[in-house]
């Protein structure tokens, strides 16, 4: 009687535990939530970035002084070889296609960051290895610009692959995204706000 | 010669003026872009928990409404995803909602739309997940998931029926936008 009523109790328990962690209408199988977080000092995910991060400081005829923000993140996957940088403008047209505003491409970093620090050279080359092609105005990072009044949304996205790409900098993205298909291990992204 | 040099002048001139005012600039004023809202949460903001699988796993659709849709509009067609979200070690992300052939004189999806293939209006909404159209964000946490809507207005309808995927619905906009509005939200249960 004993034995019984230690297995009812053991199967109930874990009947119990089951329900609780039962999810609602489950994803597509093999999805899963990233492990990856990123964050940054200059500026908060779905908050407006500050004007020192973008095209409105700039002067026309004058260097950029628009500076990358500072990123930082956590949650790297083991076999992470490379990160790949990503920052886009959601809202731009490009004729009638699907594509957007590139802002930023930037791909071997070296597997073994954790940061980008604020104002990352505007070079088609880093000296960690970190290639960046050409967006549509320079090398590097370009900043949001868009006009009053209506807020663009700039997503900043950070890449775990399990590989380095094999591409140089006059990648296009389309080059670099078809690249990293298939050997995406994590990511995370921040969504900026702006209009001049 | 005199009238030759002279025009030649005035034609440098016109061009030296052309250029410094930028000639990639479009002649005419851009008219306003296309701007979509929720009365639900403020764009950037959190989803309350009432449109989520944290309220019920059947929780009603975010409400929507959308103004300044471009000349030409034809259909709309609306998606919702999770961005933080990674499958098979590919580029893709978490679809939660995908609509098209909403019709042009809309101007709002109201809260609760039916789970259904297609609504009275016309729209089509994808089959995902075993049901059709909105499934509420559901992310345990700790961390915010970022929940992006985007409307894009198309300059045709698309002959796709609700059994198409995501990837076909792309394709098929793809040479028909005519504009976009992005509405950011974010959510953890």
């Not at chain 2, 979509?36 to 764009?43: K, N």
């Amino acid at each position: 009687m004993r034995n019984f009523t230690f297995a009812a109790a053991l199967l109930m328990a874990a009947c119990g535990a089951a329900a609780a962690q039962t999810p609602a209408p489950s994803a597509a199988p093999a999805m899963r939530p990233v492990g990856m977080a990123m964050t940054s000092t200059d500026f908060q995910s779905g908050n407006i970035i500050a004007d020192e991060y973008t095209g409105k400081v700039n002067i026309q005829g004058q260097p950029p002084k628009a500076v990358s923000p500072q990123l930082s993140w956590t949650g790297t996957p083991t076999g992470t070889q490379s990160f790949v940088m990503i920052m886009h403008d959601l809202d731009v047209m490009v004729g009638k296609g699907t594509g957007d505003n590139l802002h930023w491409l930037a791909f071997n970093i070296p597997g073994t960051a954790t940061s980008l620090p604020r104002g990352v050279p505007t070079t088609a080359t880093l000296p960690d290895g970190t290639i960046q092609p050409r967006n549509r105005t320079s090398n590097g990072y370009s900043g949001p610009g868009a006009p009053a009044p209506i807020y663009h949304h700039y997503v900043f996205s950070i890449w775990a692959l399990d590989s380095k790409l094999n591409l140089t900098e006059t990648a296009t993205r389309d080059d670099v995204m078809r690249a990293m298909d298939g050997h995406v291990l994590d990511k995370a992204h921040m969504v900026a706000r702006f209009h001049r | 010669m005199r009238r030759f040099s002279f025009a030649v002048a005035i034609l440098a001139a016109a061009c030296g003026f052309a250029q410094a005012q930028n000639p990639a600039a479009p002649a005419a004023p851009r008219p306003p872009a296309l701007v979509v809202t929720s009365t639900a949460f403020e764009d950037g903001g959190v989803i309350p928990d009432k449109y989520t699988q944290k309220a019920s796993p059947t929780a009603p659709s975010i409400p929507l409404s959308w103004v300044n849709a471009p000349a030409g509009t034809q259909s709309f067609v609306l998606m919702l995803h999770d961005l933080d979200v990674v499958s098979n070690r590919s580029m893709t992300d978490s679809l939660h909602w995908l609509a098209w052939n909403i019709p042009a004189t809309a101007t709002s999806m109201p809260e609760g739309v039916p789970n259904t293939p297609t609504l009275t209006d016309g729209t089509v909404q994808i089959a995902h997940r075993n049901t059709h159209g909105f499934v509420g964000p559901g992310y345990p946490g700790p961390n915010y998931h970022h929940y992006t809507v985007q409307l894009i207005a198309l300059d045709s309808k698309l002959d796709l029926p609700s059994t198409a995927t995501r990837e076909q619905v792309m394709a098929a906009v793809n040479g028909k936008i005519l504009g976009k509005g992005v509405l950011s939200g974010r959510f953890h249960r």
